[in-house]
């Protein structure tokens, strides 16, 4: 069964393996490119969805570079270990996995997405029981990628 990795990338961001029927099995809230490194060395996943890096509004200059600097780490390890990967435009994921979703914030619509395929998955829970936004969004990344990248265009998803 192949493993497929989602990436939300930044400060507040995470990786999420899952399997090719869509289980995670795996999460890690840190998302340095170290964190990656180990990462994919344990589970050598088949494919890598990683969010595409975007100015957001209002954002400082400070924060922006550091934000890219940390993208480029992430891509730099995923292309040092040779693992195939594609980037994901945060409109693609959210329209395709937002559907059915109630109106309002993305945020608040990514967890409603995830908690319809996720009822009771303890790994996305931060200590004061909230979901966490990098991990709910790194698993509907990997979610998006095997059903409108991998299995649409290669036909495979084992």
Request: net charge positive; glycine share 10%.
């Amino acid at each position: 069964m192949g493993v497929y990795v989602g990436i939300d990338p930044g400060k507040k961001g995470a990786f999420v393996a899952v399997n090719s029927n869509e289980q995670i099995i795996a999460v890690e809230k840190n998302v340095t490119g170290d964190d990656l490194f180990t990462f994919l060395s344990i589970l050598s996943p088949r494919h890598v969805f990683l969010e595409k890096a975007q100015s957001m509004p209002r954002q400082g200059i400070a924060s922006a570079f550091n934000y890219g600097q940390g993208y480029g780490e992430l891509i730099g390890v995923l292309t040092a270990r040779a693992v195939p990967y594609t980037l994901v435009r945060p409109s693609y994921w959210t329209k395709a996995l937002h559907v059915g979703t109630a109106d309002g914030e993305p945020k608040e619509r990514s967890a409603e997405a995830f908690r319809r395929l996720y009822p009771r998955e303890p790994s996305a829970l931060t200590p004061r029981g909230k979901l966490h936004d990098g991990v709910v969004d790194a698993t509907l990344i990997a979610v998006y990628g095997i059903r409108h990248i991998i299995t649409k265009f290669r036909g495979e998803t084992d």
